[in-house]
């Protein structure tokens, strides 16, 4: 703590002259050099250790502006994320437009009609908290074109500004204003797809979860859910502790971001990652779902090392409950709920502190009679996706994320 507090005021000292960026873009560097590890068999480690040093430089120069009174910490953020929009794609229609207040972009291919066509809703990442339609651009073309397919890329309002639960309803509304309007896109009511990367996935599979009481409306075809995170009931899966370092998502800031999104103090903070807020009978209910007992043993091989039993802190679980709610963490629905669940694809990544919610959720499924088409990248991490479509800056395991996810679409 002192160390980022003194780093903090040492920047801020610097930022009224006009070396701010290369300085804060050198500690950026600096933190990344002596905090992130690059396991082998990562990919393009360089490339990753230069995106890693420009993130955290982002998140450290918004520390400074909300300090300074500017601007909120993740204004910056979200302005970085938004990346270079992509010029706009001759083969496409595309349309904005809003519902219940929320954007909506829709990607329709301009060929000639042979038939009613695939239905996709696209929930874009980043936390709840940054991220917009024009970040998730090139991903949302790519899939209307290569798979022939109307795409509807939903702008959801971020937190917190915009509440949590607000995240998910915005995708809800979106979709019942999509799945009521099908006949003007010229889309089959039985080929509709829910699909997301990272929070977004976590919003698809909630929403998809939401609709199954709904006979007004067309059952879901599939889910498509891209290194989804989907509980917040256990931070020491394997895939937590191995990876608790490996760009672009640390351990931490997992949770520094899951107390942004719900708005809360990060007071409690380091007490949940030491699941201090589990109380024993809710770590016991769910211990069959949620364990790293359950996680085969190939993926634990490396620096795995099981959580001794933790200890109990009521006023952490009342600080932070929301986060074992199943809107928070659909991981946690019950066995009647998941066995109605669409037909499922799941993309998790080797380098991914998430990798875990990713297979457990693939095992429930399957334990309860889903189909999953599940996709694992060896050399993959979090967030690979946003870099989709940006030529040499793109990551070549993204893109087979991306070629998989078109083939299983298409396979529909
Ligand atoms: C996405 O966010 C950026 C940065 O906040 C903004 O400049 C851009 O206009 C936004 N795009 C859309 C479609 O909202
Ligand atoms: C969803 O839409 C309905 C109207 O169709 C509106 O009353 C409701 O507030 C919307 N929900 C959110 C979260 O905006
Ligand atoms: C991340 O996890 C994978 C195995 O699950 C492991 O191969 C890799 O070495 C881990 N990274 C680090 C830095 O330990």
């Known amino acids: 703590m002192a160390f980022i507090y003194t780093t903090l005021a040492i920047i801020a000292m610097v930022f009224i002259s006009p070396v701010i960026i290369p300085a804060a873009l050198l500690w950026g560097l600096f933190y990344d050099v002596f905090y992130s590890e690059l396991p082998p068999g990562i990919e393009q480690p360089l490339k990753l250790r230069f995106f890693h040093s420009l993130v955290m430089t982002t998140f450290i120069l918004g520390k400074i502006f909300q300090k300074l009174g500017i601007c909120s910490d993740l204004s910056l953020l979200r302005v970085v994320f938004t990346g270079i929009p992509p010029r706009r794609d001759s083969?496409?229609?595309?349309?904005?437009?809003?519902?219940?207040?929320?954007?909506?972009?829709?990607?329709?291919?301009?060929?000639?009609?042979?038939?009613?066509?695939r239905g996709i809703l696209y929930f874009h990442g980043g936390a709840g908290t940054f991220g917009n339609i024009s970040a998730f651009e090139r991903i949302c073309c790519h899939i209307a074109k290569q798979c022939n397919s109307v795409v509807v890329s939903v702008g959801y309002r971020l937190a917190p500004e915009h509440p949590y639960p607000g995240q998910y309803l915005d995708c809800l509304n979106a979709t019942l204003y999509f799945m009521r309007n099908l006949e003007e896109y010229h889309v089959d009511p039985a080929l509709i797809i829910i699909s997301g990367d990272s929070c977004g996935a976590n919003f698809a599979t909630v929403v998809c979860q939401i609709l199954l009481n709904r006979r007004d409306l067309p059952k879901v075809r599939a889910q498509i859910l891209l290194y989804p995170g989907l509980?917040?009931?256990?931070?020491?899966?394997?895939?937590?502790?191995?990876?608790?370092?490996?760009?672009?998502?640390?351990r931490k800031q997992v949770l520094y971001l899951c107390f942004r999104y719900l708005n809360k103090e990060p007071s409690v903070l380091e007490d949940v990652l030491q699941n201090h807020h589990v109380p024993e009978t809710v770590?016991?209910?769910?211990?069959?779902?949620?364990?790293?007992?359950?996680?085969?043993?190939?993926?634990k091989v490396r620096g795995y090392v099981p959580q001794k039993s933790t200890l109990y802190k009521p006023e952490v679980h009342e600080a932070i409950k929301e986060i074992l709610g199943i809107t928070f963490s659909p991981l946690l629905a019950e066995d009647s709920i998941i066995c109605q669940l669409p037909e499922s694809y799941i993309a998790t990544c080797e380098f991914d502190v998430l990798r875990d919610d990713g297979l457990l959720?693939?095992?429930?499924?399957?334990?309860?009679?889903?189909?999953?088409?599940?996709?694992?990248?060896?050399?993959?991490?979090?967030?690979?996706?946003a870099f989709f479509g940006y030529g040499i800056f793109s990551f070549p395991s993204g893109e087979k994320i991306m070629d998989s996810v078109v083939n299983y679409i298409n396979s529909l």
């Open 283 to 299: 770590k016991q209910k769910y211990k069959k779902w949620v364990s790293a007992d359950i996680i085969p043993d190939n993926f």
């Open 361 to 385: 959720y693939t095992k429930r499924l399957e334990d309860n009679g889903v189909k999953v088409t599940w996709y694992h990248s060896e050399s993959g991490c979090h967030g690979i996706l």
């Open 91 to 117: 083969k496409l229609l595309i349309q904005d437009l809003k519902v219940d207040e929320v954007p909506l972009r829709i990607y329709q291919p301009k060929c000639p009609l042979t038939g009613k066509r």
């Open 231 to 250: 509980q917040g009931l256990d931070f020491h899966l394997p895939s937590y502790q191995q990876n608790a370092s490996v760009p672009l998502l640390f």
